[in-house]
């Protein structure tokens, strides 16, 4: 579990944060939705500990990261898996050395266990044959997948995605949300995404956060987003006229 | 703009103690360097080898068309080839040579993984991403003086060619012009200068690529600085040593 307190982040005189409190509960997929510059991706990066926040409290399952000492925060950055928005797969290394790289780097685990590990996470993303190809070989929504077997190869008990499905047609984006979801309840772990895609939000939002101007303007689930009278949150959500219809639909309860 | 500059000087020197931090795993680390020193030095050889042979073979020919004097000895041109070759042509300009091949090539690709997010993504396995990337990079440019060693040699056979089969000395002019006044020091000086060059060609262009902000442009951008800067330092710096072991 994932606990935020007053987290308030600024470069310069620009504000991005603004005092966000969340919580993100275990076993469950938390989204975090927002326009582009609402400061979902520095949220993301506080939670990483990739940019330190100027004020706040970041706890991980009951403990604040800021009391952490030097070897627990090493530790809690071996039980975090990241998936970035464009992969961050290794150029240099084949699908194969992408996905053990973490287990190869941070346990003592022997060649052969973590081969087995490797062929376990790449068959649970549906990948199995693609252990020797490079990243530029393979397609954009197989790039993801093996993103996200790099990310869970660890067992780690925080899975964290930055729009994992920006940049795919809709039957894969929906395949990797799927995906997420599944490893989520499977390994029951915290999961935070960071998405503006509407459809992931509908399909896996079961904590959903909306950011407003580094403000949390909202927070609910898929099923109470249909029935808010936030303005704010139904002007981005319904921006689309599908989404409108949808709205419309539900509230009529057809 | 001082102030900036300042701030760059302060975070280069942060950067370097921070490459000294946490280091990586052995095993992986081995394969990090002998896959650099593939890449930095056995790749620029062919390129060092080709331009020292003709540049040296270019000294020669200069040397004695400059001489119209009957009474300057022929063996003169040996001597002012290995002067040059040693002194100043096979560390400084090689180094040059290579602050445009291994810079440009170490700035663009950590710009790269800056910009692909793969630097983030080795810090978020709490990787020391500069231990990772820079320390191989440094460990195998301490090769860089046997790359000027092999510069030196061509470089000087270079010259051989071109003076003694251009007609312009004899072999054992050459030759003996090559061993004319030769100081020990002066090849140990060659040699610890292009030591000092090695660490400046890794790091330099590792800062730049370490800490550029944008796109693919700002990739190129911050290539063509760093080439800028890493030259710079390196005449500096050859200025200096200069200045320091022979004044």
């Given at each position: 579990m994932i606990k935020v307190k007053d987290l308030c982040k600024s470069f310069g005189d620009l504000d991005?944060?603004?005092g966000v409190n969340a919580e993100f509960e275990k076993g469950k997929t938390n989204l975090i939705i927002g326009q582009s510059g609402s400061g979902k991706t520095v949220f993301l990066k506080c939670l990483l500990g990739l940019i330190k926040p100027n004020s706040g409290v970041i706890e991980y399952n009951g403990k604040a990261y800021k009391s952490f000492s030097k070897e627990e925060k090493r530790e809690i950055s071996t039980q975090m898996g990241m998936v970035f928005q464009g992969g961050a797969?290794?150029?240099?290394?084949?699908v194969g050395e992408n996905v053990v790289f973490p287990l190869k780097m941070l346990t003592k685990m022997s060649r052969k266990d973590r081969e087995k590990r490797v062929d376990e996470v790449l068959d649970r993303v549906n990948l199995?044959?693609?252990?020797?190809?490079?990243?530029?070989?393979?397609?954009g929504g197989m790039q993801k997948r093996v993103s996200i077997a790099r990310a869970i190869v660890n067992r780690p008990n925080f899975l964290f995605c930055d729009e994992p499905n920006s940049g795919l047609d809709p039957r894969t984006a929906s395949v990797i949300d799927n995906l997420i979801q599944e490893i989520t309840h499977e390994y029951d772990i915290t999961t935070v995404i960071n998405t503006h895609d509407m459809n992931s939000v509908f399909e896996i939002g079961e904590n959903i956060i909306y950011l407003e101007n580094g403000i949390k303007a909202w927070e609910g689930n898929k099923d109470n987003i249909y029935k808010t009278d936030n303005k704010k949150l139904t002007d981005f959500v319904y921006a689309s006229n599908l989404f409108q219809k949808v709205r419309i639909t539900q509230r009529r309860g057809l | 703009m001082l102030i900036n500059y300042i701030k760059s000087i302060g975070q280069y020197f942060i950067m370097i103690y921070e490459t000294f931090?946490?280091?990586?795993k052995t095993s992986e680390l081995r394969r990090l360097i002998l896959q650099e020193l593939d890449d930095l030095i056995v790749s620029s050889l062919g390129i060092v080898v080709f331009i020292s042979f003709f540049i040296g073979a270019v000294i020669a020919i200069q040397t004695a068309l400059n001489f119209s004097n009957p009474f300057v000895p022929k063996s003169l041109i040996g001597f002012a080839a290995r002067q040059s070759i040693i002194l100043e042509f096979a560390p400084t300009f090689v180094a040059i040579i290579m602050a445009g091949k291994v810079g440009s090539y170490i700035t663009s690709s950590i710009g790269t993984m800056r910009v692909s997010e793969q630097i983030d993504a080795l810090e978020v396995m709490g990787i020391n991403s500069l231990n990772y990337l820079v320390f191989p990079k440094i460990v195998a440019m301490c090769m860089f003086p046997f790359v000027i060693g092999i510069s030196m040699f061509v470089g000087i056979i270079g010259a051989y060619f071109a003076g003694v089969y251009g007609g312009f000395l004899s072999a054992e002019e050459f030759l003996t012009g090559l061993q004319e006044d030769f100081i020990p020091f002066q090849v140990f000086y060659a040699f610890l200068k292009s030591f000092i060059f090695a660490f400046i060609l890794a790091t330099v262009p590792s800062f730049h690529g370490y800490y550029m902000r944008g796109g693919s442009l700002e990739v190129g951008h911050a290539a063509t600085t760093s080439f800028v800067w890493t030259s710079v330092i390196i005449i500096f710096m050859n200025y200096f040593i200069t200045q320091l072991l022979f004044s």
């Open positions: 991005v944060l603004k797969l290794f150029d240099s290394m084949t199995g044959d693609i252990h020797d190809k490079l990243p530029s070989e393979i397609s | 931090k946490r280091m990586t």
